[in-house]
């Protein structure tokens, strides 16, 4: 078997050690006998009985589909529960004797099943108003296969169907609102994930999380109670403070936290980012005004909303999470506190954003947009800076991305006109050099401090 990188990197490791005086010579194989044999999320048999497993249950699918007419309800009943208790057993037993990579291809294949027993009850019954609840019930009962199993493939399903549910629930016309629903069953199947440390089912949680906080702030902005820029403020709001909480928990060691950390964190940058296209068209459209024109008003109006409760009550429970989250953090983690003050300025900017433009008026767009542009880089600096601190590759990773999509914007929007592209990019290029010094320079002044002694 060939060895692993880590075991590689261990014996040159060893050998500069050994060198320096720092390890035992007669230790050197003992350390590396030591090593833990890495376990192989994957194998060939386990990805093809899966697979397998995924094939058998469109063949149930297609099979009941072709002979719907020629079976009665009670045989359509006894075939597919029969065959879904009968995968149940059989993933049981292939646990019981140790063959995991079965259990999970004959777990998922009951899973599987049992959505399409669901689907049939409904059909027989004629329950055509359950819309897409039925996937609803379907992830529900993925969940308890993958707890009582326990199976992360099948977690892994669970969780692909509730965020399909409440994908699928937010883009039908029929729904009548908000998907309450998917709440608690996020939070069981977060749980779960959790309990199971399956890292693929917490970003598939934070997809439809997040999805499910955008059409809530949508829905709610319906018949003009908030404008573009009040959405966009709500939803930096929502998801930053969502993020802080998470990234909380993810200092507290809890499995699973970073990746909604995460996945908060760059939608909140990417409502920042996108907080200028309202301005921008807006300026657009002011150019093209004829003097006089009344539309202007109402334009502005649209743009920047009325300062009303309707966005300031929600507005300001999301940035009191915001608070409370950054207040936590900069007392239990000391490592964050660098980027607490950041934080607590973006939101507060965030917050103050549509207030101030309905103050200000449609005259001041140009100040409005250099002042949200001037925000953005520095962030994206601060995020940089902070990544580079303290090792969150991570963050100083969506800090460079910020910056190169603020500096594109900038130019297309700005400087196409005025300077020459191969001069755009000559000062941009300087720019990152003397950002890539700046950020060295403080890496060194740093290492000391850390390796002297406390």
């Known amino acids: 078997m060939a060895e692993t990188r880590y075991k590689k990197r261990l014996r040159k490791d060893l050998d500069r050690w050994i060198a320096t005086g720092l390890v035992d010579a007669v230790h050197r194989e003992t350390i590396l006998a030591d090593i833990a044999v890495p376990s192989n999320g994957w194998s060939a048999s386990g990805a093809l009985a899966i697979l397998g497993s995924v094939l058998l249950a469109f063949a149930a699918t297609s099979f009941v589909a072709a002979n719907w007419t020629e079976l009665g309800n009670i045989a359509r009943l006894v075939l597919i529960f029969s065959s879904l208790w009968g995968c149940y057993l059989g993933a049981a037993k292939a646990f019981r004797r140790d063959h995991p990579a079965l259990g999970h291809a004959l777990a998922i294949l009951g899973a599987s099943l049992f959505g399409i027993a669901i689907v049939l009850i409904a059909q027989i019954f004629n329950m055509s108003s359950w819309r897409y609840t039925v996937i609803g019930i379907w992830a529900v009962g993925a969940i308890g296969t993958a707890a009582l199993t326990p199976s992360r493939p099948v977690l892994i399903l669970a969780s692909i169907l509730g965020t ?27 749980g779960t994930a959790v309990w199971l440390r399956s890292k693929v089912s917490a970003n598939l949680l934070a997809l439809g999380l997040y999805l499910w906080l955008a059409f809530m702030i949508w829905d709610f902005a319906q018949n003009d109670r908030l404008s573009a820029l009040q959405s966009n403020a709500v939803f930096i709001l929502a998801s930053g403070g969502s993020a ?9 060691k809890a499995f699973g936290f970073g990746a909604l950390a995460n996945w908060g964190t760059t939608l909140a940058l990417m409502a920042g980012f996108c907080i200028q296209f309202p301005l921008d068209r807006y300026e657009a459209y002011e150019q093209r005004l004829t003097t006089g024109d009344s539309g202007a008003a109402d334009r502005w109006l649209n743009v920047a909303g009325v300062s009303g409760p309707d966005y300031w009550v929600l507005a300001t429970t999301f940035a009191l999470l915001l608070g409370v989250t950054i207040a936590w953090r900069f007392t239990a983690c000391p490592g964050s506190r660098a980027l607490s003050i950041p934080a607590a300025i973006a939101g507060g900017l965030a917050l103050l954003l549509p207030w101030i433009a309905g103050a200000l008026g449609g005259e001041s767009v140009l100040f409005l947009r250099i002042f949200v542009g001037v925000s953005l880089f520095a962030l994206s600096v601060g995020l940089i800076l902070y990544g580079a601190r303290e090792g969150r590759r991570f963050a100083g990773g969506l800090g460079v991305a910020l910056f190169i999509a603020q500096a594109l914007y900038v130019y297309w929007e700005t400087f196409g006109d005025l300077l020459d592209t191969s001069l755009f990019f000559l000062m941009g290029g300087l720019l990152l050099f003397a950002l890539s010094f700046g950020v060295i320079r403080i890496q060194k002044r740093i290492a000391p401090l850390e390796e002297a002694p406390s």
């Open 164 to 190: 399909a549910w409440v994908w699928m629930e937010t883009f039908n016309p029929y729904a009548p609102g908000v998907l309450w629903g998917y709440l608690p069953l996020w939070a069981i199947t977060l």
């Open 244 to 252: 802080m909480l998470f990234a909380a928990l993810r200092d507290r």
